[in-house]
Nanobody, 115 residues
Framework: QVQLVESGGGLVQPGGSLRLSCAAS????????MGWYRQAPGKQRELIAA???????NYADSVKGRFTISRDNDKNKVYLQMNSLKPEDTAAYYC?????????WGQGTQVTVSS
């Protein structure tokens, strides 16, 4: 069993930055992939960024060059640095891991980009 707790969301003006954090806890040996999804009202949840334990990354085209995913393997934490935020980035952001072939999700943190 893995518990994920996100933090760092909020209201930011267009062009601003936010940093999301996610801490995984439980009986964890090693998490291979940690990532972030987002879901805007009326839209499907989409993968934003993922990072393997070995350092391979995958970004959605919409955030490439603006968002950076990183992780601390020793602390089982994953981060999402979001720069040059746009109104279309407004969504609930969810931390996600696959551990022992099971999907785990955080409770979500709201990011609102508005002037």
């Amino acid at each position: 069993q893995v518990q994920l707790v996100e933090s760092g969301g909020g209201l930011v003006q267009p062009g601003g930055s936010l940093r999301l954090s996610c801490a995984a806890s439980g009986s964890i040996i090693s998490i291979y992939t940690m990532g972030w999804y987002r879901q805007a009202p009326g839209k499907q949840r989409e993968l934003i960024a993922a990072l393997t334990r070995g350092g391979s990354t995958n970004y959605a085209d919409s955030v490439k060059g603006r968002f950076t995913i990183s992780r601390d393997n020793d602390k089982n934490k994953v981060y999402l640095q979001m720069n040059s935020l746009k109104p279309e980035d407004t969504a609930a952001y969810y931390c996600h891991v696959v551990y022992q072939w099971l999907d785990y999700w955080g409770q979500g943190t709201q990011v609102t980009v508005s002037s």
